[in-house]
Structure formats: structure tokens, C-alpha cells
């Protein structure tokens, strides 16, 4: 079984997280950990779309191949949130690796971080940006409140600043 959605969003005002679009997504037969992916308004430059693929498409497809690339790093996670950005032409991954929680759904996780700059394990001193800060505490607020983690995955939660549109 494969689930996807995207969803386009926007920020409602100037101080709220400045991301575009997210992806859920999760496929039963796969070796990699199910995801949801925020795509900030920088990645548009770096994440080219094409004519024959949006924005959305570019993110996933570059994920998914450097996910399985990385598989060493990911596999033992139960989820992944990741956020793409562009750093000018870069492409830019946050992967925050969640663990420890598939046995009991509402234990506190593990969580670890991996930068991805093209594809390559990087070594940043920033380990990510405001706007994916408080998507994170949102999320982890909102799984919380899940049964386990198909439901997590699938029903995405309402971020306060940011409207699906």
C-alpha cells in the first residue's frame, strides 16, 4: 500500500513559517522510514520544476532517491520530518530521524539530524531554521494526539500560521 499527499500552503502573516507545500507520505512494502516533507519557499530556485514536474514532484523524487542512497542512516528510523530549502542553487535536506516509539506509540522519541546539501552528508553548523523549528514542536504536539503512526502519517496536522489552501 502506498499513501501520498500533497497539500499547498501559505503562511498567514509575516511571522509565521514561511513553507509552501508538504508532502505525507508512506508505502508499506518500502524499506524507508514514512515521511512528511515541508518545502520552504526557498527551495523553489534550487528544486527546479520543470514542465513536466512541479515543485512537489522535484522535492520527492530527490528525497526518495538520496533517502535510499542514505539508507544506512534512515533505516532504523520510525519516521522522518524533513524540510527542503535552497541554499542559492543548493539543494538542501533537514532530515530529523524519529525513533524509538514504534513499540509504544506516545513515548517521548529519539530524535536525530542529518543535512543533506545535493545529496551529500553534510556538515552544517546550523542545524536547521526557525520556521522548521516550529513546525517540529507542532508536529510532535499533534502526534501525540494520534492512535499510531499510519494515522499520524495520513491525517496531517493544522499548523498554527499556515493555511491549506
Not at 26 to 34: A, T, V
Not at 36 to 49: D, E, G, L, T, V
Not at 82 to 89: I, L, S
Request: net charge negative; charged share 25%.
Amino acid at each position: 500500500m502506498k499513501f501520498e499527499r500533497v497539500e499547498r500552503i501559505k503562511k498567514v502573516n509575516g511571522l509565521d513559517p514561511n513553507f509552501m507545500s508538504r508532502i505525507s507520505y508512506l508505502e508499506s512494502n518500502s524499506e524507508l522510514p514514512p515521511f512528511r516533507a515541508y518545502i520552504h519557499s526557498s527551495a523553489a530556485p534550487a528544486f527546479s520544476p520543470t514542465a513536466h514536474t512541479n515543485l512537489e514532484e522535484q522535492v520527492r523524487e530527490n528525497l526518495l532517491l538520496h533517502l535510499g542512497k542514505n539508507f544506512n542512516l534512515v533505516k532504523d528510523f520510525d519516521f522522518l520530518i524533513t524540510a527542503a530549502w535552497g541554499d542559492n542553487k543548493d539543494k538542501m535536506l533537514d532530515i530529523f530521524g524519529y525513533s524509538g516509539i514504534k513499540e509504544n506509540w506516545l513515548n517521548n522519541p529519539g530524535i536525530s539530524f542529518y543535512v543533506l546539501r545535493n545529496g551529500v552528508l553534510s556538515q552544517e553548523k546550523e542545524i536547521t531554521c526557525g520556521d522548521t523549528l516550529i513546525v517540529l514542536g507542532e508536529e510532535e504536539r499533534y502526534r501525540r494526539t494520534t492512535l499510531d503512526l499510519t494515522s499520524y502519517i495520513e491525517n496531517p496536522p493544522k499548523i498554527e500560521g499556515l493555511d491549506v489552501i
